[in-house]
């Protein structure tokens, strides 16, 4: 499995990563013929939609801040791959996350495809007025199943977070802005260790129940395994339906393909899945910077 992240480079379609990837289905050995083909892809959905998050994921823990034009160069190369979804920048402090403070830029810098979505990150309403104003048409709030995640990412407990994203939520319905909901730690936390999936599946209904019409369940710091993945996912969908669920899966330890092949099987209906670090790899090497992170976002 060492070298599938850079087979994941040029697989986005999930089809074409099973034949080149025979240990994801039963086969050891030799090609697929059509029949056997049919059968290892039966139990996984026919449609995955990929949310591309190398922009702000990827970027926001560079520690060479890229240049904005070189970002907007980025995002708009992006936009001609066939992606539907690029997520673009957050509307955070620059405080904070330095890496992200040019989000007005970036925002109307980008040509916005006709057909792309575009969303952003926003804490809380003073990030949301400033991403509409600077042209944002979708946007994500960021909450974790962690309380000391919680508060050393966003400052605030898990209750208070609920209480700005319910404010950033209703602002967005009003304006007919569609919003996301993320949710950190949901295989683990990096202060608190393992996490009760019944923790991930009460941070998630609270989203989804204030209008989050999608819920993305982050293995932020990639210690998820197909075991726990399959565990978590079996108590969040007891309250919110398949369809309005995505995971985020960072590939810290080598496991976030195997965590994303069980969420798409668990799942079997309809999924996200989210693509992040190793396009950002392709913006280092424009910029001649470091490859920092040894994670990537599938
Ligand atoms: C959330 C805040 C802003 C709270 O920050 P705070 O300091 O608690 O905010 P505050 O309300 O006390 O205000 C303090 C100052 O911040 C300003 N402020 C207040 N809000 C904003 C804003 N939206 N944009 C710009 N500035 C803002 C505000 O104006 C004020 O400025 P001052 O008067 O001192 O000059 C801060 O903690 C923050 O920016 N945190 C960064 C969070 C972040 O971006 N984390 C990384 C993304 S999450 C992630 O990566 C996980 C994910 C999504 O990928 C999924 C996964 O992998 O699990």
New binding site residues.
Partial sequence: MGNVPSAVKHCLSYQQLLREHLWIGDSVAGALDPAQESSQLSGLPEYVKVVE?GPR?GL?NEKVIVPTDIKIEFINQLSQTGLSVIEVT????????PQ?ADHTEVMKGIHQYPGIRYPV????L??FH?AVAAGATEVSV?GAASESFSKK????SIEESMGKFEEVVKSARHMNIPARG?V??VLGCPYEGSIPPQKVTEVSKRLYSMGCYEI?L?D?IGVGTPGSMKRMLESVMKEIPPGALAV?C?DTYGQALANILTALQGVNLYKVMEAGDFICKAVNKTTNSKVAQASFNV
Avoid: A, E, K
């Fill in positions: 998050v994921d926001q957050s509307f955070v402090s620059s405080r904070w996350v992200m990150l926003t804490p809380n003073q990030g400033r960021f990412n966003i400052n605030c993320y950190s730690c993305s982050g932020t985020h960072h």
